[in-house]
């Protein structure tokens, strides 16, 4: 099941602009609100390749993730935008 940003999220746009917290710091803009997100085993599924293979491959820093507490996604946006060859 993949999880989308609710829409009164308070999440960074795609666009090069950064947004600024309530406290002064910056939040890098990188995802758009409904933004979805895939787990890992939903990745490992749609790319036939076992769970352990994606995740030495987000270890390598070589598939784009984002935490939720201690949960790992992978935006949706990020894989159908970007190739990625020879993963294997």
């Known amino acids: 099941?993949?999880?989308?940003?609710?829409?009164?999220?308070?999440?960074?746009?795609?666009?090069?602009?950064?947004?600024?917290?309530?406290?002064?710091?910056?939040i890098p803009a990188m995802y758009e609100i409904g933004e979805v997100f895939l787990t890992v085993r939903e990745?490992?599924?749609?790319w036939k390749l076992s769970e352990r293979h994606i995740r030495r491959l987000i270890a390598q820093t070589r598939i784009p993730t984002?935490?939720?507490?201690?949960a790992v996604r992978i935006p949706e946006s990020a894989i159908l935008n970007?190739?990625?060859e020879n993963l294997s």
């Open 66 to 70: 984002i935490r939720f507490g201690r």
């Open 43 to 46: 990745l490992s599924q749609r």
């Open 1 to 26: 099941m993949a999880i989308r940003l609710p829409s009164k999220s308070k999440a960074p746009s795609t666009s090069t602009d950064s947004k600024t917290e309530e406290d002064g710091t910056d």
């Open 82 to 84: 970007r190739k990625y």
